[in-house]
């Protein structure tokens, strides 16, 4: 086993599991003769089989896991939940706890990462039981362009994270109308909305071939978006998740029905969220106290909002920038290093 491996063991438990205090007993890592898969602690019953049968697939999957929380980190810098964690056991901690629109941002954005991640695995040749995507050619695609090229395997990469992320979800089994079971609909709805964007912003994509640049030939293939598109569309999706509540047949419905039932690209939630001002381990919020804010800002970023009220603190920082910069022929740009005080706001 190489050392690689380790570092995605800690990611695939978190992600798959998505659950509170997973064992992450450090002793669990120490990979000894068992292979893989009995050492990824976390895993549920269904995860483990695949994980045994594809197991060339498990660091794809921690990979996918990873950039899924670096973009919900990105994507959440300026807010007071901002996808950290009280409990550093776990990436998600016990924000998870509670059915909220931040938990509901969570499971998409990993189930996206997984898409994402197997998908460009298999066009890499990465994966023994995929390949380059063999999607049908569109039918507006122009008649002398090639299609063909080696493109993002978005079918396999779809269908197998739906199989391994939902297994969890799927292997349990609570009473039709209990809470448990409202959560239980609402991630599988979140992951199911995060594979679809990846799918929804997957395109086509083509290169030029041809007498010197005359392009009078082209070779197009599907293609992923970048994973900061899948991030915002998500983001987006965020802001107008839906308030679902169970109905008296045990299925998710909304809360407010004068709006559009939510589509399976949209997120859903359970549970109001708390407002992340203060610390709270039940809640999972970390709390503002110590976060950057905006003094100009009205926006979330701004310390009105990110202090809650409580007011801030005022200091001098030094930052280095680049500065100067100049144009060499040819071609690189240089630049100077200037140090520079800025004022920085910090929350009460
Ligand atoms: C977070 O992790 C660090 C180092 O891994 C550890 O020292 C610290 O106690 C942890 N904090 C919490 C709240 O678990
Ligand atoms: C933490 O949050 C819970 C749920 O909102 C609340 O009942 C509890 O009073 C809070 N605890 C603290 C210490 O603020
Ligand atoms: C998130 O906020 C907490 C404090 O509330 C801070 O300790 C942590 O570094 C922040 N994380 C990121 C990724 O900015
Ligand atoms: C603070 O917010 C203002 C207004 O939104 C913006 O113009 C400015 O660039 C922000 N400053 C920093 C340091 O982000």
């Given amino acids: 086993m190489s050392k690689g491996h380790l570092k995605y063991v800690h990611v695939i438990v978190v992600v798959l599991s998505l659950a509170m205090n997973p064992l992450l007993i450090p002793e669990a890592y120490i990979i000894g003769a068992q292979p893989l898969c009995s050492q990824l602690v976390g895993l549920s019953q269904g995860q483990k089989k695949l994980c045994q049968l594809y197991q060339d697939h498990m660091q794809y999957i921690g990979e996918g896991a990873k950039t899924g929380i670096r973009e919900c980190q990105y994507q959440f810098r300026h807010r007071r939940w901002n996808c950290s964690t009280v409990d550093n056991s776990s990436v998600f901690g016990r924000v998870m706890q509670i059915g909220s629109r931040e938990t509901a941002f969570t499971y998409a954005i990993s189930a996206a990462g997984v898409v994402n ?54 292997e349990k089994s609570f009473p039709k109308g209990s809470h448990e079971n409202a959560r239980l609909l609402m991630n599988l709805h979140n992951n199911e909305a995060g594979r679809r964007i990846v799918s929804d912003l997957a395109h086509v994509s083509c290169k030029c071939h041809g007498v010197s640049g005359s392009c009078s030939l082209k070779t197009c293939w599907l293609q992923l978006a970048d994973f900061r598109k899948v991030g915002d569309a998500l983001k987006e999706k965020y802001d107008s998740a839906v308030a679902m509540k169970l109905n008296s047949r045990g299925k998710l419905v909304q809360m407010h029905s004068r709006f559009n039932p939510p589509t399976n690209h949209d997120l859903v939630y359970i549970e109001q969220s708390p407002d992340y001002c203060l610390k709270n381990q039940s809640t999972g919020s970390l709390g503002t106290v110590g976060r950057l804010c905006n003094k100009t800002s009205e926006g979330m970023d701004g310390c009105e909002l990110m202090c809650c009220g409580r007011g801030y603190d005022q200091y001098k920082a030094q930052i280095v920038e680049r500065c100067h910069c100049k144009f060499h022929w040819c071609c690189y740009v240089k630049c100077k290093r200037c140090t520079k005080i800025v004022d920085q706001f910090v929350c009460k």
């Avoid at 063999?134 to 197998?160: E, I, M, S």
Wanted: aromatic share 12%; with cysteine.
């Fill in 117 to 170: 991640a197997v998908s460009r695995a298999c066009r890499e040749g990465e994966l023994s039981s995929c390949g380059c995507s063999r999607a049908a050619r569109p039918k507006d695609l122009p008649r002398d362009w090639l299609w063909g090229g080696c493109g993002d395997n978005l079918n396999y990469g779809y269908r197998f994270s739906r199989e391994f992320v939902d297994a969890r979800e799927r």
